[in-house]
Every structure is written in structure tokens, then in C-alpha cells.
């Protein structure tokens, strides 16, 4: 009995090579089907990030102009623009106009720009 348990232990050296190709052959299609959808989940990530900035950035523009109007520094037609350096976040940005408002994320963490268009860290909105 103990011979024949320790013969059958000598003859199980392993996987075949067949399986192990088997397997590689699927991890490879696996790879091949995953890492285009994982780039352009970074490439879509980092647009939603700028274009969030870009909302905190609107956002801080209209309770700056609120607080200049409860302050009686701004009227309905005019606001002291806050100008560069808004940080919000992890992001700085500008805020330059008075009725129609250009917002700029002009830095962030690094690579946050990568890939971009202009379009998706740049805005436009009318304040009044």
C-alpha cells in the first residue's frame, strides 16, 4: 500500500503543457479585451475630474459675487473678479469676466491635464 501511494505521488510531477498554454492563451485574451478599456477609463476619469474642478470653480464664483452683493461691493451688473490662483480642491483655476464668466483649471496633481482637449478644462457661464 505505501508503495503503491508514494508511486502514485512520483507520477504527479505537475500541469502538462498543454494546460499551462491553455491558460496563458486565455490570460492573454483577457489582457488583449482589458487594457484598451482600462486606458480610456483613465482618459474619461480624468475629463470628469476637470470638469468637476470646473463646477467648484463655478461654484466659488457665484458665492463670491453673492457675498459682494450682501456686501454692496458688487451690483447687478458688475463684481470684483476674483482673478488667478482659486484653488479648489486639488485644483488652482482662474475666474475672469463680469456678466459672462471664463473659467480656467489651470493646475493640479500631476497628469491631470493628460490627454485633455481645452474644452473639458475650460468654461463659460453667464453670471447674471
Known amino acids: ?51 468637476s474642478a470646473l463646477g467648484a470653480l463655478q461654484s466659488t464664483a457665484t458665492m463670491i459675487y453673492a457675498k459682494q452683493l450682501l456686501n454692496g461691493t458688487a451690483n447687478a451688473s458688475s463684481w470684483v473678479e476674483p482673478g488667478t490662483g482659486i484653488i479648489v480642491g486639488d485644483f488652482t483655476g482662474s475666474i475672469e469676466g463680469q456678466q459672462q464668466v471664463n473659467l480656467t483649471v489651470t493646475d ?16 463659460t457661464f453667464n453670471m447674471w
Open 1 to 51: 500500500m505505501y508503495l503503491r501511494n508514494q508511486r502514485n505521488v512520483r507520477n504527479q510531477n505537475g500541469f502538462t503543457l498543454i494546460e499551462i498554454i491553455a491558460v496563458l492563451v486565455i490570460l492573454g485574451i483577457l489582457a488583449a479585451i482589458a487594457v484598451p478599456k482600462y486606458i480610456d477609463l483613465q482618459k474619461d476619469a480624468r475629463i470628469k475630474v476637470a470638469q
Open 108 to 123: 493640479g496633481p500631476n497628469g491631470w491635464n493628460t490627454d485633455l482637449a481645452a474644452s473639458d478644462y475650460t468654461k
